[in-house]
Antibody
């Protein structure tokens, strides 16, 4: 059974760095083609894709946030980590991680999603 | 802002056919497959259509997807009350140094 679970702080202060962890089970991050993405959704707004890391450690980032984002993985711990620097109240959102069994730029979709974690940015 | 444009809302009575459009451009829908996600209230998104026209196991066949040029469509044939949700199209965009883009989202209401 494939599951993804996001964890991290519920509240961060402006200018702080956010670190979120996605712990996966039911599949391996080292399986050829496997990818994990981070997506966020501000309250009442649309989904925004943030970043993806694949089994071979290739990474892609949302262009507008590229300077603030870092995605990494620890295969031995079955975890994918997203850091976002210089947090601002506009970054308040529910953050999701999701799996794709192959590259997003080919035919593969985000087929399993975590339940999401709400991060509020406030002083 | 999103590069895939959807109507903010759509509605119909039970049994009606509802179509949701997703307008993109050459680097995204024009060059790549389209996926659709359904987000029921207060839940995580769920994959509804992949590779433009394919339904994952368990998705009812009243949902169908298509694409023509730089636009895609999701059709719900025979709308049901449990279909009331937000729907998002998505595609890879070759122009943004490689990025996955979601549509602006469409809220479907069952009248």
């Amino acid at each position: 059974q494939v599951t993804l679970r996001e964890s991290g702080p519920a509240l961060v202060k402006p200018t702080q760095t956010l670190t979120l962890t996605c712990t996966v089970s039911g599949f391996s991050l080292s399986t050829s083609g496997m990818c994990v993405s981070w997506i966020r959704q501000p309250p009442g707004k649309a989904l925004e894709w943030l970043a993806v890391i694949d089994w071979d450690d290739d990474k892609y980032y949302r262009t507008s946030l590229k300077t603030r984002l870092t995605i990494s993985k620890d295969t031995s711990k079955n975890q994918v980590v997203l850091t976002m620097t210089n947090m601002d109240p506009v970054d308040t959102a529910t953050y999701y991680c999701a799996r794709s069994p192959g590259s997003l730029y080919s035919i593969y979709p985000l087929d399993y999603w975590g339940q999401g974690t709400l991060v509020t940015v406030s002083a | 802002q999103s590069v895939l444009t959807q109507p903010p809302s759509a509605s119909g009575t039970p049994g009606q056919r509802v179509t949701i459009s997703c307008s993109g451009s050459s680097p995204n829908i024009g060059s790549n497959i389209v996926n659709w996600y359904q987000q029921l209230p207060r839940t995580a998104p769920k994959l509804l259509i992949y590779a433009t026209t394919q339904r994952p196991s368990g998705v009812p066949d009243r949902f169908s997807g298509s694409k023509s040029g730089t636009s895609a469509s999701l059709v719900i044939s025979g709308l049901q009350s449990e279909d009331e949700a937000d729907y998002y199209c998505a595609a890879w965009d070759d122009s943004l140094n490689g990025a996955y883009v979601f549509g602006t989202g469409t809220k479907v209401t069952v009248l």
